[in-house]
């Protein structure tokens, strides 16, 4: 009965903190404040973890929101203020504790100060008895609790908001929440988490991979609510002349890592989908480190053949051939129906206007500067406009796979900024990972 009395209090409150945040909101746009993607993105910064994994829902899927939405939602792809330690070690305590076990039984050292925190998490380092370095992932207090309650009122949240705002009418409202809820409650299972970096180990051993590692999971310590690992060592694969500590040549780090990832998507149950400057790191014995698989991906490998020939077309201002492999990527229920010919024109006058205005594309300079891949990522916003315009509708994980390439994009400018992705010979997108 206690626990029926405290989840019925924490709906109730979390419902009427919702309100009042979403009714504040409603009062600014009565008195005259534009209902724009700028208003929508302070309420949800307000509303809390839900409605920021929404935000980042948004910024990452251009195939379903309006471009100035996921624009404006860009920000919320950055690391979150930190809770205080005692919150994580009630969580520890909770999951991690059996009988009169104390958190010193299982852990000789824990950093109060975390390594990173999230929406959903924290990381903080940690020493075993035995010696072992671990890091321990661990979800902030009553995170799915919240993410189910705010699931719950979504649905008359989102009917409001589209009364508010017209631009949010979405075409299907019902599997767009579908997408955010799989998304986000998947991100709370950290035993799938683990499960995601156990596939990939066994991708890279299958495929006799030694130049890329994983970390290890701690089973006996790792729960729906914490995952604990084995520690790796080294730095962000962000500064070239740090990476010189432990490597030859950046350029071939990159290579390596690129190979390792386009093999995945031919080979592995899953993608990495989430492979940030946070989230790939140079070791101190050189090899490469892909943490946190929280996010990932399934892509068919005919629809990631099409999207690497898609690109190359861009590149090539092969608008004709561009088209054809836009339809063949899977993204259309009637494919008979599209007019490649004039999907081939619209994306011709749609690429042509944006070299025109932008200096970007008309200096004649290789892309190697943060203004000119936001530029880039610009295009492709535009282009999931055409496509839509024509019937066309990206498979599920497109998103993540094309937000994982403007990653790739941004570490090639900093670590091999003469290399081209499609066309560098140490570079194979049909899927050879290195040994």
């Given at each position: 009965?206690?626990?029926?009395?405290?989840?019925?209090?924490?709906?109730?409150?979390?419902?009427?903190?919702?309100?009042?945040?979403?009714?504040?909101?409603?009062?600014?746009v009565a008195k005259g404040e534009r209902p724009d993607a700028v208003l929508l993105r302070e309420t949800f910064e307000q509303l809390g973890t839900t409605y920021i994994k929404i935000g980042q829902f948004i910024a990452s899927t251009p195939s379903l929101f309006p471009r100035e939405y996921v624009i404006a939602f860009q920000g919320f792809l950055d690391q979150t203020t930190p809770l205080p330690y005692k919150y994580i070690e009630q969580v520890l305590?909770?999951?991690?504790?059996?009988?009169?076990?104390?958190?010193?039984?299982?852990?000789?050292?824990?950093?109060?100060?975390?390594?990173?925190?999230?929406?959903?998490?924290?990381?903080?380092?940690?020493?075993?008895?035995?010696?072992?370095?671990?890091?321990?992932?661990?979800?902030?207090?009553?995170?799915?609790?919240?993410?189910?309650?705010?699931?719950?009122?979504?649905?008359?949240?989102?009917?409001?908001?589209?009364r508010l705002m017209p631009q949010m009418r979405f075409a299907s409202l019902s599997p767009v929440i579908d997408e955010i809820r799989t998304r986000m409650l998947a991100e709370t299972d950290f035993i799938a988490e683990a499960a995601n970096i156990r596939?990939?180990?066994?991708?890279?051993?299958?495929?006799?991979?030694?130049?890329?590692?994983?970390?290890?999971?701690?089973?006996?310590?790792?729960?729906?609510r914490v995952l604990t690992m084995s520690r790796l060592h080294g730095i962000s694969m962000v500064d070239e002349v740090?990476?010189?500590?432990?490597?030859?040549?950046?350029?071939?780090?990159?290579?390596?890592?690129?190979?390792?990832?386009?093999?995945s998507l031919m080979f592995a149950n899953s993608f990495h989908a989430d492979l940030h400057a946070g989230?790939?790191?140079?070791?101190?014995?050189?090899?490469?480190?892909?943490?946190?698989?929280?996010?990932?991906?399934?892509l068919a490998p005919e629809s990631w053949q099409a999207c690497m020939g898609m690109m190359q077309?861009?590149?090539?201002?092969?608008?004709?051939?561009?088209?054809?492999?836009?339809i063949d990527m899977g993204m259309t229920h009637e494919r008979s129906k599209v007019d490649q010919a004039q999907l081939a024109g619209d994306l011709a006058k749609m690429i042509t206007r944006i070299m025109a205005e932008d200096k970007t594309?008309?200096?004649?300079?290789?892309?190697?500067?943060?203004?000119?891949?936001?530029?880039l990522n610009k295009m492709m916003l535009e282009i999931v406009e055409v496509g839509k315009r024509h019937g066309i509708h990206f498979?599920?994980?497109?998103?993540?796979?094309?937000?994982?390439?403007?990653?790739?994009?941004?570490?090639?400018?900093?670590?091999?900024?003469?290399?081209?992705?499609?066309?560098?010979?140490?570079?194979?997108?049909?899927?050879?990972?290195t040994a």
């Open positions: 009965m206690p626990n029926l009395l405290k989840k019925s209090f924490n709906v109730a409150n979390r419902v009427r903190q919702t309100a009042s945040v979403v009714g504040l909101s409603a009062l600014r305590k909770e999951e991690l504790l059996q009988g009169n076990q104390s958190l010193d039984d299982l852990f000789a050292h824990i950093e109060r100060k975390p390594l990173a925190s999230a929406s959903i998490a924290q990381v903080h380092a940690a020493t075993l008895p035995d010696g072992r370095e671990v890091v321990l992932k661990v979800q902030k207090p009553d995170v799915d609790v919240i993410m189910q309650i705010d699931l719950g009122v979504l649905h008359a949240v989102t009917r409001l908001l589209e596939d990939f180990q066994q991708f890279l051993q299958a495929t006799g991979n030694t130049r890329v590692v994983a970390p290890d999971v701690i089973e006996t310590l790792s729960t729906k740090a990476m010189r500590q432990y490597c030859d040549d950046p350029a071939q780090i990159m290579a390596d890592t690129l190979n390792t990832w386009f093999a989230n790939l790191m140079l070791l101190n014995d050189g090899r490469i480190g892909f943490i946190d698989f929280g996010i990932v991906g399934k077309a861009l590149q090539e201002s092969d608008y004709v051939t561009m088209a054809g492999c836009m594309y008309t200096s004649g300079k290789p892309f190697n500067s943060k203004e000119q891949a936001d530029e498979p599920r994980d497109f998103a993540l796979l094309t937000k994982q390439m403007l990653y790739f994009d941004r570490f090639m400018r900093t670590l091999a900024p003469d290399m081209d992705m499609f066309n560098d010979a140490r570079v194979s997108l049909l899927g050879q990972a």
